[in-house]
Nanobody, 121 residues
Framework: QVQLVESGGGLVQAGDSLRLSCRAS????????MGWFRQAPGKEREVVGS??????????TYADSVKGRFTISRDNAKNTVYLQMNSLKPEDTALYYC????????????WGQGTQVTVSS
């Protein structure tokens, strides 16, 4: 069983930056695809991006809405994945979740509790 704990959310102004962290425990972190998701009030949850760092394959993907502003990175030695968010906009306001899935599976099996990001205009 994998436990995920996000941190780093807060209230910022438009144009500011934040870095979210998600620390994993209880599993083989290096083997998981790690994803960041967000859900704004009244909207469906959407993917922000994902990252995988395997022995032969490494990739990071981003939603079009955050491409060029957000950066996902991971430190397998610390069992932690990060979401660096720059040039934040009010529409980035949401509850941000990290999630983990086995690379051979389609759906994410493990979810954190979320951390709130609020961007004021």
């Amino acid at each position: 069983q994998v436990q995920l704990v996000e941190s780093g959310g807060g209230l910022v102004q438009a144009g500011d930056s934040l870095r979210l962290s998600c620390r994993a425990s209880g599993g083989s972190f290096a083997y998981y695809i790690m994803g960041w998701f967000r859900q704004a009030p009244g909207k469906e949850r959407e993917v922000v991006g994902s990252t995988y760092d395997g022995s032969t394959t490494t990739y990071t993907t981003y939603a079009d809405s955050v491409k060029g502003r957000f950066t996902i990175s991971r430190d397998n030695a610390k069992n932690t994945v990060y979401l660096q968010m720059n040039s934040l906009k009010p529409e980035d306001t949401a509850l941000y979740y990290c999630a983990a899935r086995d690379r051979l599976k389609v759906s994410y099996d493990y979810w954190g509790q979320g951390t709130q990001v609020t961007v004021s205009s």
